[in-house]
């Protein structure tokens, strides 16, 4: 791995860690940064990206507050959100591994996030639904369905920010 890659992942990291506890509470879930920033890391880094993502739940898991409404530990994955937080390795996998194989045009990059969103959710609403015990369409209208539109908005800002970065830094 290249010094540059390197140091993208720890920057990524932890902005990745700085960016997604920041929540504004809405029902069950917040919204938060956190598919955007994971957006973001899977097209800086593509295959590397699952990297960048184990560290920030380590980060997590041994006690930072980096984690929804800047929470951390066992008990954040353990919790009812946990699920999205082990999709979004699932996410980054998925999706960094289909960024850098094929045609990166905004509509490949558009439809390779949405699917690592809806693997994201799959997770998500499977562990919402296994820790409160509620029917697949309360979790689907709860929990899933308020925020796809949020999600989307989120992936394409994030599709923006690339194209201007790269436009400052064309080795990324």
Do not use: H
């Not at 973001?40 to 929804?68: A, M, R």
């Not at 850098?100 to 690592?116: A, P, Q, S």
Request: charged share 5%; glycine share 8%.
């Amino acid at each position: 791995m290249k010094t540059n890659k390197i140091i993208y992942i720890c920057l990524l990291s932890s902005l990745l860690s700085i960016l997604a506890p920041i929540m504004i509470p809405i029902g069950n879930i917040g919204i938060t940064l956190a598919i955007f920033m994971i957006s973001l890391i899977c097209l800086v880094l593509k295959k590397y990206s699952v990297i960048c993502i184990v560290i920030y739940i380590t980060l997590g898991l041994i006690g930072l507050p980096v984690f929804q409404g800047y929470s951390s530990g066992l008990q954040s994955i353990l919790g009812p959100t946990g699920g999205f937080i082990i999709g979004y390795i699932f996410y980054s996998l998925i999706v960094g591994i289909l960024l850098e194989k094929f045609n990166k045009n905004f509509i490949y990059i558009l439809v390779v996030n949405l699917i690592g969103l809806v693997v994201c959710y799959i997770f998500g609403m499977a562990w919402f639904m296994y820790t409160t015990n509620v029917s697949f369409l309360y979790a689907l209208t709860v929990i899933i369905i308020p925020y796809v539109l949020l999600d989307l908005i989120k992936i394409i800002l994030s599709y923006l920010v690339y194209i201007q970065l790269k436009k400052v830094t064309p080795n990324i």
